[in-house]
C-alpha cells in the first residue's frame, strides 16, 4: 500500500482532514497520507486530473465537471462521502450595509451592477449564490457580474474595491468582517438549510487498485468529523487550523467560524446524497447553459455504497428540497 495524496484549501470544512492527519488516525487505521495544501480549486482539479493527487477535499459541482469532461480533461472520480454541510456566506462591502438592510439585495443592483466573486465556477457558493439572486427578483447572468477568486484573496479583494462582495466558506466572510470591510448578508444555510459543502473526491482508479487504503481513509475520516463536531473540543480544532500551514488566521476567529449555530460548518453530515448531486446537476444546467445530458454520467460518482462498506449508515430521513424560486428562497425546510 503506497502513501496517498489527498490535497486541500486553507478552509474550516477541511477539519477533518488536516485532524486526522496531525493526530496520525489515518497512520493508525494503517494507511499512509500525505496532505498537499493547495492555492485555488483550480490547482486541486488540475492535480487530480494528472494524477498527482489522489484525491482532495473538494466542491461537489467542481468533481461532477472534471468527471463529465467540463473543466479540463475527462477524469474518472468518486465521491465516497461528504466532509461538510453549511458554511458559506455572501458577504458585502460594509458601504452596502444600510442599504442592504433597508431595502435588500434588489435595490442595489437597480442602482448599480455588483462585481460579486465565487471560488469556483463549478461551486456550490456559485450555484447558491445565484439561487439567492433569482429568488430576490433579479437576473444574475445578466444584472450582476460574477468573478471567480480562490477563498484566501476575497478579503484582500474587497479591501482592494476590486469585488463589490463574494461567496465562500468560513472563515473568509469572518474576517471580513472582523477587519470591517464587509458583512454578511446571507448564510448559505439560510438559502439551503444544511446544504451538503466539501466532499471527499478520489480518483476512481484509487478506488479499483487500494480498495482496503480507500476503507480507511472513509473510516478514519468518519471519526474525524465527530470529533470535529464535538463543541468541547472546538477550541483546540482552532488552534489546529491556525497554524501557519494551515490557515494560518488568530484562533480565536477559527473558533467563531467553526460555530455551526452561527453558520459555520457542520461535520456530521457524511452521507454522500445522490439527490444532492441531481440538485447540483440541474442548476449547472440552468445557470451555465450545459447540455441535457451532460451530468447524467456526474451523478453516478456518487458512491454511497462505498459509504455503507465502511460502516457509515443511510440517514433515517431525507432532505425534503424544492428548487422553485417562486416559493421562499430557502431550499429544504
Not at 485532524?19 to 494503517?30: I, K, Q, R, V
Not at 467542481?62 to 465516497?80: E, F, I, N, Q, S
Request: glycine share 8%; proline share 5%.
Amino acid at each position: 500500500m503506497g502513501t496517498i495524496r489527498l490535497g486541500l484549501l486553507r478552509l474550516c470544512d477541511a477539519a477533518p482532514v488536516i485532524l486526522a492527519d496531525n493526530e496520525e488516525m489515518f497512520a493508525s487505521n494503517g494507511v499512509r497520507v500525505s496532505l498537499s495544501v493547495e492555492p485555488s480549486w483550480a490547482n486541486i482539479a488540475d492535480k487530480l486530473s494528472y494524477g498527482l493527487l489522489d484525491g482532495a477535499v473538494m466542491l461537489p459541482p467542481l468533481a461532477m465537471a472534471c468527471a463529465a469532461g467540463l473543466r479540463g480533461r475527462k477524469t474518472d472520480l468518486v465521491v465516497p462521502m461528504s466532509l461538510s454541510a453549511n458554511g458559506n456566506a455572501v458577504t458585502l462591502a460594509s458601504d452596502l450595509q444600510t442599504e442592504f438592510s433597508d431595502r435588500g439585495i434588489a435595490s442595489i443592483v437597480a442602482r448599480r451592477k455588483l462585481r460579486l466573486a465565487v471560488v469556483h465556477g463549478f461551486s456550490t457558493h456559485d450555484l447558491l449564490l445565484r439561487y439567492w439572486l433569482a429568488a430576490s427578483g433579479l437576473r444574475p447572468s445578466e444584472q450582476v457580474e460574477i468573478t471567480v477568486l480562490p477563498p484566501a484573496e476575497m478579503v484582500s479583494s474587497l479591501a482592494a474595491n476590486a469585488i463589490d462582495g463574494f461567496c465562500a466558506g468560513a472563515p473568509w466572510g469572518q474576517v471580513a468582517s472582523h477587519a470591517r470591510l464587509g458583512f454578511i448578508a446571507v448564510e448559505s444555510r439560510e438559502i439551503w438549510r444544511d446544504h451538503p459543502e466539501k466532499c471527499l473526491t478520489l480518483r476512481a482508479d484509487l478506488v479499483e487498485r487500494d480498495p482496503a487504503g480507500v476503507v480507511a481513509i472513509l473510516k478514519t475520516l468518519r471519526k474525524a468529523g465527530a470529533l470535529c463536531a464535538a463543541a468541547d473540543k472546538r477550541a483546540a480544532l482552532a488552534a489546529l487550523l491556525s497554524q501557519t500551514e494551515y490557515l494560518d488566521l488568530p484562533a480565536e476567529l477559527i473558533e467563531a467560524a467553526l460555530n455551526p449555530d452561527k453558520g459555520g460548518p457542520v461535520f456530521n453530515a457524511q452521507y454522500p446524497n445522490i439527490d444532492h448531486a441531481k440538485w447540483f446537476a440541474a442548476q449547472m444546467g440552468r445557470w451555465h447553459h450545459v447540455a441535457v445530458g451532460a451530468f447524467d454520467h456526474a451523478v453516478n460518482i456518487y458512491r454511497p455504497d462505498l459509504f455503507i462498506a465502511a460502516g457509515g449508515t443511510e440517514p433515517a430521513h431525507r432532505d425534503e428540497m424544492f428548487c422553485d424560486v417562486g416559493q421562499r428562497y430557502i431550499i429544504n425546510q
